[in-house]
């Protein structure tokens, strides 16, 4: 996908992928109480993903993140699979999922779900399958 | 209930399977990985054996693990004399076979990791089935050992015949393990029970069923075709693609049996019943018959054998078919007298095993060592292979039924059942009976010709070194060593039959015929000489004519050119395959156009009738208006809006302004959901709403011409009505959704997401915890749809640069 040089695109977007990123990763985490999860922050990520293939064209940004997008989806369904699985060593069913409330050193009083470690598998899913798609088709010329 | 030594010891061949791979990249080639493998038939063989004592005096040990406890599947383990011997011809032989491919397999040349997979795979899933008690744990492990056998018959893929004999076995055994499923379903609709145990104990219940007979035939459908009866035996002879070692393990001493297995473990169940009785021994003869006389014709000396084997198989399957009139008495003396025919058929079932796989190992140890197994190019290997030559002779003469060797006195037994069966009052066997001791001697001559020519014509006669592609000399000793084993086992099997009779036989009889338990058993005591009897003077009668047949072979051969060499069976099985497949290529050309569009018509019209049918047909259009929420100016706009942008993308003039209304339309729906307060719900519809539009920017170029002189996608009286359909019936559906409540709401319990889950965010709760199977399966499915695309899309362009 060869493109235009466009100065105006790529200043605004050296803003904006970090902005999306960031809001992302907070939506990611915020999913326990607050709108956010998984989905929509693996989401989040792919879309700063297509806007950086959008600006430049998808050789050089390939070149930077050398990640095998197909890789990371599979980790994600293994992730997810594996928490679900851990729940075996408690003799509980498939897929339950628990929460307790800690006290750590920096974050003070914090709630520590497993269903977040499920939630990460979902995310690395998401970004994995949606990148890879929007990866091949614009390979393909 | 729970999980215990013996299963994950069933288990084993599966676990060590995964570790094969990384053994064989470790070692290979500095240690055979066979060597790795061995151990495994030989502990589960000793494992096996320590369980002779508890089960000789006919107990039995069942073990229950939960598995899928909600639907009343549990694997569980049932240990009785039956299964017992199973599992010890199965490790035993395995451990034998393993040693034997060691040396026949090159460590150099062969995908050593894929051949050990497959064979303990096909250990684990053939244990599997012996030790299962319940119905659907034992048919996935049939199953498996179908796929297993498949793949251990396509091990040489490369070869043209190797695919297709593994097609074949695999079409024709699954076919007949499905039709067992549907066996098994009507057991469970009869005895509502999934155990093969309370199944037996509901017997009375059964006999009277109307689904009796169906389950019945359905499940002989399934023991016929592994166990290679005729006319399901067309694929045993094809299946000996498969490396010599395979053919021994697989394709004779154990998988072929499982069909025996099967229909010895239901005798206790349909046995008694006249069908039974005249299905079983009847298509049990029949094959008997015709395995033996077809065998004499091959020329392939593994071809020999595989008729032999078709040919033995139904000799067992008749005794027990025959002696499953056992069941039907309740006198001990009546019980005892039929009861002949059962024991027979474990002896020999154990005999055939012995001798059929030293015999196996010994052609491949001639094809090992000669570079051919074709019966014209060998000869006089008599005193190039001495030992082989030895192990040949005593496992033909067995099979012959000659003695010293234990093929005789399960011969003798097999006669003596079937003259026994002669006396029967019952299922018209006064009438007919006697047809079977006939066709049991005529049979039984041709064995004894087949087993001649595979012994002189292949050590006989003159050598011709210039027609074998190797020099022949003598194998190696660990090639020899389990053969010998074998061939030993069949000669003390001769001289201390009772020895196995009183550990083996008799628990297994007891549990094939569970009247012989109530009547107190019965006094099993196998011996070689019974004094002049009607079945010693069949045996002679073999002897003689046979030899004379075999002598005068040349003058009457010629008869076989009367039948085509193929055989009808595989003419009418090719054919069928071939109709088959044009049948459902035409078939499939005619709805996969491969345009999207006519692909979403089908879609679209199956939902509208599925939905829209069950909407009507269930009384499912009940709207309730009274609960809704006063509806907003705002709303009022959006939902305005939205027409607007969908009418837009309809009559746009070009793709673009079409890609963009839509996008508009996304945009305007999560809007809605802001106003619905449901900030995830549209935060993801904004996200994917983006993520859209900038694919279908991306494949902008890619897509055909929007509008072809002018004329847009055209109208089309069908679409209209499939889209109004649509419209209609989402909405529809949407408002009697509300105004129908066939159950108690669930929302209260996802309402209680921060005390269950210690989430305030109920959606997400959902998501990940109350419904987290959901999701997994969806980003499953996900993962899939990029792979799918991604492979498409690759195939596509490597296609693309091939033709270039």
Not at chain 1, 102 to 130: H, M, N, Q, R
Not at chain 2, 13 to 40: C, D, E, M, S
Not at chain 2, 776 to 789: C, K, N, R, Y
């Amino acid at each position: 996908m060869k493109r235009a040089n466009d100065l105006l695109l790529k200043a605004v977007n050296k803003v904006a992928v970090l902005i999306i990123l960031t809001f992302s990763i907070n939506l990611f985490f915020s999913g326990h109480h607050h709108p956010g999860g998984g989905f929509i922050g693996g989401l989040g990520v792919s879309a700063a993903l297509i806007l950086l293939f959008l600006t430049y064209d998808i050789e050089t940004v390939t070149e930077n993140i050398p990640v095998d997008f197909k890789k990371v989806g599979a980790v994600g369904v293994l992730i997810a699979l594996v928490t679900g699985m851990g729940s075996f060593f408690f003799d509980a069913a498939f897929l339950s999922q628990t929460f307790g409330y800690f006290d750590l050193p920096v974050f003070g009083k914090t709630e520590l779900a497993t269903a977040l470690l499920f939630d990460l598998g979902v995310a690395l899913a998401v970004i994995g399958s949606s990148v890879t798609i929007i990866q091949t088709i614009s390979e393909d010329e | 209930m729970s999980w215990s030594w013996f299963h994950i010891i069933i288990l084993i061949p599966f676990i060590f399977a995964i570790f094969v791979p990384i053994l064989y990249k470790q070692f290979n080639p500095r240690i055979h990985t066979g060597w790795f493998v061995l151990f495994i038939p030989v502990f589960l063989f000793i494992y096996f054996l320590r369980f002779i004592p508890k089960l000789s005096n006919g107990e039995s040990i069942l073990l229950t693990a939960p598995w899928i406890p909600s639907v009343g599947i549990n694997f569980s383990t049932y240990l009785d004399g039956l299964s017992l011997i199973f599992g010890l011809l199965i490790s035993g032989v395995g451990a034998l076979v393993v040693l034997y491919s060691i040396y026949y397999m090159s460590k150099d040349r062969e995908a050593l990791h894929n051949f050990y997979v497959y064979i303990l795979l096909f250990m684990g899933a053939m244990l599997g089935v012996v030790f299962s008690d319940n119905l659907f744990v034992l048919y996935v492990f049939w199953e498996l050992t179908s796929i297993s056998s498949f793949l251990l018959i396509a091990y040489w893929y490369e070869r043209k015949r190797s695919r297709y004999g593994a097609q074949k076995s695999m079409l024709i055994t699954i076919f007949g393990g499905l039709s067992m499923l549907a066996g098994f379903v009507m057991l469970w609709m009869m005895t509502d029970s999934f155990s093969i145990r309370e199944i037996i104990s509901q017997r009375d219940v059964l006999a009277g069923h109307s689904l009796f007979l169906p389950a019945m035939l359905l499940l002989l459908l399934g023991a016929f075709t592994k166990s290679a009866q005729f006319p399901f035996s067309i694929w045993l002879p094809d299946a000996m693609e498969a490396p010599t070692p395979i053919s021994a393990y697989l394709h004779s001493a154990t998988m072929v049996k499982a069909g025996i297995y099967l229909v010895a473990r239901f005798t206790p169940v349909f046995g008694g019943s006249v069908e039974w009785f005249w299905i079983v021994s009847g298509i049990g003869i029949i094959t008997l018959l015709y395995g033996s006389i077809t065998a004499v014709r091959q020329i392939d000396l593994k071809a020999l054998l595989a008729y032999s084997t078709i040919s033995q198989l139904g000799l067992i399957m008749s005794l027990l078919g025959l002696g499953s009139a056992s069941v039907y008495y309740v006198n001990q003396e009546e019980i005892a007298f039929y009861a002949v025919a059962v024991l027979a058929a474990i002896f020999h079932l154990i005999n055939h095993a012995t001798f059929k796989g030293s015999l196996f190992m010994v052609v491949g140890i001639i094809d090992h060592e000669t570079g051919t197994r074709n019966i014209r190019r060998l000869g006089g290997l008599l005193s190039l292979m001495p030992i082989s030559f030895t192990i040949a002779l005593i496992g033909s003469f067995s099979m012959a039924g000659l003695p010293p060797f234990n093929g005789f006195l399960s011969k003798e037994m097999f006669f003596t059942g079937v003259l026994n069966s002669t006396s029967l009052p019952i299922y018209g066997m006064d009438k007919f009976g006697v047809i079977f001791p006939i066709i049991a001697w005529i049979a039984s001559i041709f064995t004894f010709i087949y087993c001649m020519i595979l012994l002189f014509k292949t050590f006989t006669g003159r050598h011709y070194p210039e027609r074998l592609e190797k020099e022949a000399h003598e194998a190696p000793i660990g090639m020899l060593i389990p053969p010998v084993i074998m061939a030993s086992l069949v000669i003390i099997l001769f001289f201390f039959p009772n020895l196995l009779s009183e550990y083996l036989l008799q628990p297994a009889l007891m549990a094939i015929l569970p009247g012989v338990v109530e009547t107190g058993g019965i006094d099993v005591h196998i011996s070689a000489w019974h004094g002049w009897t009607t079945e010693l003077f069949m045996t002679l009668g073999v002897v003689g004519i046979g030899t004379i047949m075999y002598m005068t072979l040349g003058k009457w051969k010629g008869i076989y050119r009367l039948f085509s060499q193929e055989g009808r069976l595989n003419i009418l099985y090719d054919q069928g395959i071939i109709n088959l497949e044009s049948f459902s290529q035409n078939l499939t050309n005619r709805y996969m156009t491969g345009s999207v569009r006519t692909y979403l018509v089908y879609i679209f019209t199956f939902m509208i009738l599925m939905v829209g049918g069950s909407l009507v047909l269930l009384n499912g259009l009940t709207y309730d208006f009274t609960n809704d929420a006063p509806i907003t100016i705002y709303e009022i706009g959006i939902v305005v809006g939205i027409i607007i942008s969908g009418v837009i993308v309809v009559f746009a003039k070009s793709r673009l302004t079409a890609i963009i209304a839509l996008g508009a339309l996304g945009y305007l729906v999560s809007i809605l959901f802001v106003l619905f307060r449901a900030p995830d719900l549209a935060l993801t519809q904004l996200v994917v709403e983006t993520a859209t539009v900038a694919l279908f920017l991306l494949c902008f170029y890619h897509l055909p011409e929007f509008k072809k002189k002018g004329k847009g996608v055209g109208f089309k009286f069908t679409n209209l009505v499939i889209s109004l359909g649509v419209g209609v019936l989402v909405t529809t559906f949407a408002l009697s959704a509300d105004g129908t409540r066939l159950f108690e709401p669930i929302s209260g319990f996802f309402e209680q997401s921060y005390e269950l889950a210690g989430a305030k965010n109920i959606v997400n709760a959902i998501l990940v915890d109350f419904r987290g199977f959901d999701t997994m399966l969806e980003i499953v499915v996900l993962m899939i749809a990029a792979l799918g695309v991604y492979t498409l899309i690759k195939l596509r362009l490597a296609r693309r640069d091939g033709e270039e």
